[in-house]
């Protein structure tokens, strides 16, 4: 039993609670300050402290690394993919107002659905950075 | 769908760019980047007919009106560029995909179509776009793109001079936003075409100039303007033969687009050239580099690197052009852009094809290479002599009109300087067609075996013809480019 049980203990307590103020701070980004950027550093903060604690092995077996990858790109065509649904309903490109009935409502949507794309793919570029580090000299 | 172009343009290599980042199988992939190219492309034609028969186009992106939302805006000019941009990209994919995987490990290949494609698309939005902060964020987008391909080379030193290249830009891209940030703050505005109106009623000279001067170091810094050129022979050099072909014939002809925008269509003509000294240094740096990039040529032992300080002085003539802002200047810089376009592509595919047989880097292997591989070693003679200004190849053509501009505004100086620059263009261009033609070759020159694929042959022929069919029937290239610089650059007068 190794003797960081102190760090071990209260960073699972930490965890669930920087992941929920990274989405706090994702869904408060049209209201607010905040924002996808944002929120996806302080998501990439709770898998960084996880593979501080716990060792890269156990997080490279928990959050492997593909996942990361596929997400770099994933958030972008969520991002580029509402811009192209603008202009499939008639619309110029990200124009929000084409995403629902009331213009008002479709800018809601929209900023929101561009927001979760640049989410994706910070928290994908971010940890593929910090793995990139993490792996150095093990291959 | 016609009314979308200017967005789908600029969108559709950078949404492929993306799928071929997901995809990673090397045979899809190219077929990907290939297509898109080539519907991008097919795009930018039917754009630029739209506009000569409709006027210019405006597109308001996310429905927001210019000046408040950004507008990308089609005029004749930059849509013949835009035109040339995806051209020669398509042409630089066909002919792609045996090169690279002969040149780059198997596992990276995707990584570069996907880089590949969104330079392209960050490029087209540089070109395209009617706001200046949102030709930084392409010109980001491109750069940090860039750095990619070149850092994929084979050689270890493309690190290193991807490195080199990603400082210089960097610093390029905050002497840009420096500078745009000043005129925002004069004008309260980012649109190009309203800071274009609202400049004329300023009467603070000072921090305009300081904008200008700002804005024109930054971009030239991405131009590679003969004392900021540094990053630009290491990068050509060891980049892969298709991304120097690509980065050759596309970039920096981008930056200098976006120069000529900024000096004509935002700041204007009395603004710019009613200030004696900024001519002065623009001439002055402009025949700076046609010399001193040519005499550098003239003793470079590495082969792309010899071209690519030959770039270097190119890029000379071009900005003399801007310098000299007459009618006949500006369609000689326009026409420069396009014909060192299609030679330095063509160039630099004939030698990616004598990479693939042969691995060499330096000249003195090229002894006797008309021997072992006639066919390329004429194609590159061709466009190598269009490098000079033969009468007879699109060289000629840029020259012609540089000259009479220069003659028009009875600088004699310069005539004479693009006249000896001219012969420094035939004494390092001259070099390799000897060692190419008249000499034994060597048995150190080992051609291996691997037949060259029919693309690549095909390709880089197409473009060598182009050299010459473009420099005997201008209609084409000059024509488009009298009509971009009397309809845009000069307003119509």
Redesign the interface.
């Known amino acids: 039993m190794r003797l960081d049980i102190l760090l071990r203990i209260s960073s699972k307590i930490f965890i669930p609670f920087i992941v929920i103020f990274a989405f706090y701070v994702q869904f408060h980004g049209d209201y607010g300050p905040g924002g996808g950027f944002q929120a996806g550093v302080i998501f990439t903060s709770a898998i960084i402290l996880y593979t501080i604690i716990f060792g890269s092995t156990k997080a490279l077996k928990d959050f492997p690394e593909w996942i990361f990858h596929?997400m770099?790109?994933?958030g972008?065509?969520i991002f580029?993919g509402t811009?192209?649904l603008s202009?499939i309903n008639g619309?110029?490109?990200?124009?929000?107002?084409a995403l629902a009935h009331y213009p008002k409502h479709g800018q809601h949507i929209g900023i929101i659905s561009i927001e979760i794309g640049v989410f994706v793919t910070v928290i994908g570029s971010m940890v593929s950075i910090f793995y990139a580090f993490v792996n150095r000299g093990k291959k | 769908m016609i009314e979308?172009i200017a967005?789908?343009v600029v969108?559709l290599p950078?949404?492929s760019s993306?799928?071929v980042?997901?995809i990673r199988n090397n045979s899809i992939n190219w077929l990907i980047s290939t297509t898109a190219s080539l519907i991008t492309s097919i795009a930018s034609i039917m754009m630029y007919l739209q506009i000569s028969k409709n006027g210019n186009i405006s597109?308001?992106?996310?429905?927001w009106e210019p000046p408040v939302g950004i507008e990308y805006r089609i005029d004749e000019f930059n849509a013949l560029f835009i035109i040339l941009i995806s051209i020669a990209s398509f042409l630089i994919l066909l002919y792609a995909r045996h090169s690279l995987n002969s040149e780059l490990k198997e596992n990276k290949i995707s990584t570069f179509y996907s880089m590949y494609l969104l330079c392209l698309g960050g490029l087209i939005g540089i070109l395209s776009t009617g706001d200046a902060f949102n030709a930084f964020v392409f010109l980001e987008i491109s750069s940090l793109a860039t750095y990619i391909l070149i850092s994929m080379g084979s050689d270890r030193r493309a690190l290193l001079s991807a490195y080199q290249y990603l400082i210089m830009g960097t610093i390029g891209a905050t002497l840009y936003v420096i500078g745009v940030g000043l005129i925002f703050v004069l004008t309260g505005s980012l649109n190009l075409h309203d800071i274009s109106i609202r400049i004329q009623e300023l009467e603070l000279y000072r921090p305009l100039y300081a904008s200008l001067a700002f804005i024109t170091v930054g971009i030239a810094l991405k131009v590679a303007l003969f004392p900021l050129h540094a990053w630009l022979p290491n990068a050509y050099a060891y980049a892969p033969s298709v991304g120097t072909a690509f980065l050759s014939s596309t970039a920096t002809k981008v930056a200098i687009y976006l120069l000529i925008k900024y000096l004509f269509l935002v700041y204007g003509y009395d603004v710019v050239y009613s200030n004696k000294i900024f001519v002065f240094v623009i001439i002055g740096l402009s025949i700076l580099a046609m010399f001193g990039a040519s005499l550098i040529a003239i003793f470079q032992s590495n082969l792309k690197k010899l071209f690519a300080y030959s770039s270097v002085a190119q890029i000379g003539y071009i900005t003399l052009g801007i310098g000299l802002a007459n009618y006949n200047g500006l369609i000689g810089s326009t026409v420069h852009i396009i014909n060192h376009s299609i030679i330095k592509a063509a160039i630099f595919l004939a030698i990616g094809c004598i990479v693939f047989k042969t691995k060499i880097s330096d000249t003195h292997e090229l002894t006797g290479l008309g021997k072992k591989m006639p066919v390329i070693a004429i194609l590159l003679t061709i466009s190598s002599l269009s490098l000079i200004g033969i009468p007879g190849t699109v060289g000629f053509i840029s020259k012609w009109y540089l000259i009479i501009g220069a003659l028009e505004q009875g600088w004699w100086l310069v005539v004479l300087s693009l006249a000896i620059s001219s012969l420094l263009a035939l004494i390092y261009v001259g070099r390799i067609i000897e060692l190419m033609w008249f000499h034994q070759p060597e048995d150190a020159l080992i051609v291996n075996s691997k037949s060259l694929p029919v693309e690549m042959l095909a390709i880089t022929f197409i473009l060598t013809l182009a050299t010459v069919y473009f420099g005997i029937d201008t209609r084409l290239t000059a024509g488009l480019a009298e009509i971009a610089v009397q309809n845009v650059l000069l307003g119509g007068q």
């Open positions: 596929l770099i790109p994933l972008v065509i580029a811009g192209f202009i619309f110029n490109f990200l124009d929000y107002d | 979308h967005a789908i969108m950078i949404i993306v799928f980042m997901l597109y308001a992106m996310g429905g």
